[in-house]
C-alpha cells in the first residue's frame, strides 16, 4: 500500500538516541514538505493523544541517501514490542491521530518501513554523542550467520573510534530482499563520522565476514527534531 496511514500506524509521538532503546520501528519516507510535516509532528506531539502515548521519536533528514532513496527517516521507540501494542490500540481510535494522518497523507510517500530489536552489540560509548543533531550513518546489511557476524562486530567494535557511536540492530519484517541487520553510526558532525580513519582490525572483520554478509544500501542522515 502507498499511504501513510498503513506505513507509520504505530507513530503518536513522544528522545534521543536509539542507544538504550530495545525496539521499534523504522521509517523510509519521501516528504515534499517538510516544513508542513514537522508541524504536524509538532501538533500531534502537543495533542491530548500525544501526550498520553510513550514511544521517543527521532526525525532525520538526507545528507546522502546513496541507496535508500527516501528524503527522511523517522524512528520511533520503545521499550518493548507491549509498549508498540498499546500505542496501536490507542491510535487506532484517535481522532488527533486521524487529524494527523489527513496532513501528511498529502505531503509524503512511503519508501520502506521496518521493526528493530538491540543485538545488544555497540560501541558502549553513547555518551560521545552530545549534539542534539547529529549525524547517523545507516549501512543495510543481509547477514547469513548472525552469530557469527555479532561476534565479529563486537571484536570491531571493542576498539572503535571514541568519536563515533556504534550500534548493531537486528530487522524483522525487511521481506526476502531487505535487510536482516542494520548497523548506525552516530556522531558529533560530519568530519568526525566521515573523517575517521578506519578502526585497528576492520581488514580483519572485513575478511573475516565476506561470506557472510552484504551490503544492501548506505545513507547518511542528520537528525533534526527529537520527540520526548
Known sequence: MNRLTTLIGTLIFLPFQIANAQVGQAFELNVTNPLTFIQAMD???ASASGQANNPQVFLRASVANGEMESTHNIAVVYDSFSSMDVNRTR?????DWANFLSIVNDISTPVAEYVFSSTGIDSGNASVVTSANPYILFIQLQVA??????EASRTLMSSGNN???AHLY???GGGPNGPSHVLTQTANSLDDLLGASPNPGFDEFLEEVSGIRTVLGTGVYQQIMAWE
Open 43 to 45: 501538533n500531534l506531539n
Open 91 to 95: 491510535n487506532s481510535t484517535s481522532q
Open 145 to 150: 550467520d548472525p552469530m557469527a557476524y555479532a
Open 163 to 165: 568519536n563515533i557511536y
Open 170 to 172: 537486528q530487522i524483522r
